[in-house]
């Protein structure tokens, strides 16, 4: 992995094509901690790239909320039915409009 100061970027902008042609990746990094990932699309795999790059991001975020429920205390069969009922309460309201 390559690594490349926000200075480094902003001062040496046509470098940056070279180095990703050479490395395939940069991190580029901002008082020392990286901030963005700039990585080098395959020729006709624009839409995969990014398909991959989200569906991690969406990971992340399933992993984070599963991390954050984990000390909470279960959920009883009438709360979880109690839920479904306003929800579906809700969404009647809602299509009535």
């Given at each position: ?44 795999l624009f ?10 991001k969406a ?25 479904i009922q ?12």
């Amino acid at each position: 992995m390559n690594f490349l100061t926000k200075n480094e970027l902003v001062a040496y902008p046509s470098s940056l094509l070279g180095k990703l042609s050479d490395y395939g990746e940069i991190a580029i990094t901002d008082n020392g901690k990286p901030t963005a990932l700039l990585l080098q699309i395959p020729e006709g795999l624009f839409n995969e790239t990014l398909k991959a790059v989200r569906r991690v991001k969406a990971m992340k975020s399933l992993n984070d909320i599963w991390a954050k429920t984990k000390n909470l205390p279960p959920i009883t069969d009438e709360e979880i039915e109690a839920e479904i009922q306003a929800a579906r309460a809700e969404a009647k309201t809602a299509s009535a409009y």
